[in-house]
């Protein structure tokens, strides 16, 4: 029906459904004919101790039946269930890439409990990526901020899964060179984890000869200057890169990073188009005449991008770090270069660094390398956005200071609220029980780490033995 009305076609099934929802009018939802297959209900008073009753309930209410489920008591027979599924899956009236295999037992469901991000009880078993064979037509070379060049392989389309691919990353010319791709090669696509596209295989039976071999690039395909050549790694070293220059950009503008509201990838490309910014300094200097030159600028929106700018002043010392897109050093790396060195995280010597947790040499010279090259510009935006440097925290002593301490289970605080409140008693929270770990504290549902700490005898407290021991310690 898009295509009818010269209208633009869904990428992809996942899109359609999001899109659809996200209507502001219902009726145009409507006409989208989504379906709703439940796989499980809320909180509930329902009387079943089977998921599997449960839903036929469900079911019996009107809402629809997935195609394809069974219940087996046998591990053996998952298998099974799986093949089946695998041999079927086209003749289903909906896509899928998997099956999850899950507990019936409600009891027991609650028992395994749940992880931050899925239920223990149920797993997904993935079916094998769909293969397509299709042409590479030519190789685009992108550059990251970072300067590094990644080749990218522009296919003629090709349909999986619902899902029109037009490219595939080559991830680096060793890469090309180990598999010898070439333009005008017939390749096997898949969508890795039917998600990303990915050339698995060249079918050198279709070649004609008139495929051609792809050079490894000496120079920058944006700037023109020589590129360094670190063998599976080809980089454009020049930091006035347009490339680099407009994804640094973007990447100091970031959620994780300075958190600019509205300087998204459009807005920073348009900024640079019109020679308004060179470098992350220049957005500092944006004036609202020069944003009313923009085509899509008015009076509020250029009002609104000044203040989110402005308001980056005085921003916490690691989010700054973060910010200036050292290779290696993300945000935790950040956090802790900040609480080491505060401000002075450029004075650092390699010992120095490497004396930090969970920093080594790589980190270390990549540090001291990009202090080496960018020091004026550190300084310059330092002097403009004036970070803060991190709070000095004041040890309280309590049974917790200088011990180590893993968090386990659902608690009744934020555990991001419990972990700064033993850290300011110097205590170390870690992630991993060990035979070095000091407490283990846990609230509901704890997991491996609760069974760990038993068999490895480390002291168990709960969330309410914690807080008798902080109240005391006050």
Known sequence: ERMEAGESVFANPRNAAAGSLRQLDPKVTAKRRLFFYPWRVGE????????????????????????????????????????????????FPVMMDGMVVKVDEIALQEVLGYTVKFPRWMCAYKFPAIEKSTKIVDVLLQVGRT??????????????????????????????ERKDI????????????????????????????????????????????ELLDEGALLKCQNLECPARVVNAIIYFASKQCLNIEGLGKKIVEQLYEAGLVKSVVDLFSLTEEKLLQLEGFKHKKAQNLLKAIESVKGVECWRFVNALGIEHIGE???????ETFGLKFLEATKEELMAIEGFGEEMADALLEFSRVNRELVEK???????????????????????TVVLTGSMRRPRSE????????????????????????????????????KTVGVTLLSEEEMHRILGEAA
């Open 44 to 91: 509930n008073r329902l009387p079943y101790q089977l998921l599997s009753d449960m839903m036929q309930f469900v079911y019996k209410l009107g809402f629809i039946e997935p195609p394809f489920h069974d219940k087996r008591k046998e591990e053996a027979c998952i298998q099974k269930e799986y093949e089946k599924a695998v041999r079927l899956r086209d003749s």
């Open 147 to 176: 300067g590094v060049v990644t080749p990218v392989a522009v296919l003629e389309p090709v349909e999986i899964e619902g899902v029109i691919v037009e490219r595939a990353t080559l991830h680096n010319f060793d890469e090309i």
């Open 182 to 225: 070439r333009i005008g090669d017939t390749v096997i696509v898949i969508r890795s984890g039917d998600v990303i596209p990915k050339i698995t295989k060249v079918l050198t039976q279709f070649r004609t000869g008139k495929e051609k071999k792809i050079p490894r690039p000496t120079h920058c395909p944006v700037c023109g200057k």
């Open 332 to 338: 935790v790396a950040s956090k802790k270069l900040c």
């Open 381 to 403: 935006l330092m002097a403009i956005i004036q970070p803060t440097e991190p709070k000095k925290r004041e040890i309280r002593e309590s049974p917790f200071t200088g011990k």
């Open 418 to 453: 419990i972990k700064e409140e033993l850290e300011s008693m110097g205590a170390k929270v870690t992630n991993t029980v060990s035979r070095k770990t000091d407490f283990v504290i846990y609230g509901e549902d704890p997991g491996s780490k609760y069974e760990k700490a």
